[in-house]
């Protein structure tokens, strides 16, 4: 009997050493799994630097027009667009992956020449008219105007989750290109938190520069002639930064979607990759004026075809 009990107590150090052993691989594994994802999410984070650059300006340019007091509201509601696109684009993006890799190249040149074709349909308006003039001021012009805003706000806040969209699937692409081989789980957090961190570094950014004046403001009244002086320097260079940045985001357009574009012809990527690998200021300028190009050339057909269209149906 003894020895009976004796041979079961070694039979359960022996199962308790296999599970102490085992839960030290797995936690090894899952230690070197967290860190795979880390440097993966860092290592897209970087590449994807140049997107969150252009949507940081595209995005801030949406606010221009808006209401002080609706500034905030307007950028939140963007966010929040944004966080379902990226909902929507990262199952996406791991099931055409899967499935039907060849389609992801064709999917980012649509979406590359929406973006062209926004553009040429902003420098149309600016430049050969398209607004519809003002109406003048008439019973119940203030109620009109309220409506007016609403409206303003409604379509700024779907215009810019609609480029949102393009902008964020070249960042998905850009980042599931960097975790192809990964094991699912993988794919997964890297993605997912690529998308959190661009997401709250791009709308964070544009709530803090819609809200610069407002800092400026707060400065200049304050005691202190330190603060007032760097209160007034705000104030100064705030308008003057929405400015560039609506200039930076309708240019974005035509070099992100002119890029995509470039990068879906082997002709013209090749070119551009040429260019790139003779180094120095003719390898960083040629590619971009190349992007600009392909963009502003594609936007200005795509605007020419839906006037042409619209002529037709009239």
Known sequence: MAASLLALLDDIASVLDDVALMTKVAARKSAAAAD??????????????GVLGDDLALNAQQVAGVRADRELPVVWG??????????????AALAISALAPWLVTPLLMAGGAFL???GAEKLAHRFLGGHEKEHEAAPGADARAETDLAALEKAKVKGAVRTDFVLSAEIIAITLGNVTGQPLPTQLAVLAGVALIMTAGVYGLVAAIVKL???GLFLSQRASRAAQA???AILRLAPWLMKLLT????????LVGGGILVHG??????LAHGWQAAGGLTGAL????????????????LVAAMHLLHKARQ
């Open 265 to 270: 012809v082997p002709a013209l990527h090749h």
């Open 36 to 49: 795979d994802v880390a440097v993966l999410t860092k290592l897209s984070a970087q590449k994807t630097a």
């Open 116 to 118: 062209c074709f926004e």
């Open 286 to 301: 040629l590619p971009l004026l190349l992007d600009a190009g392909a963009g502003l050339a594609t936007g200005a057909l």
């Open 230 to 232: 760097a209160g007034r």
């Open 213 to 215: 004046d407002d800092a």
């Open 247 to 254: 200039v930076a985001g309708t240019a974005a357009m035509f």
């Open 78 to 91: 963007v966010a929040k667009g944004s966080l379902v696109n990226k909902a929507i684009l990262v199952p």
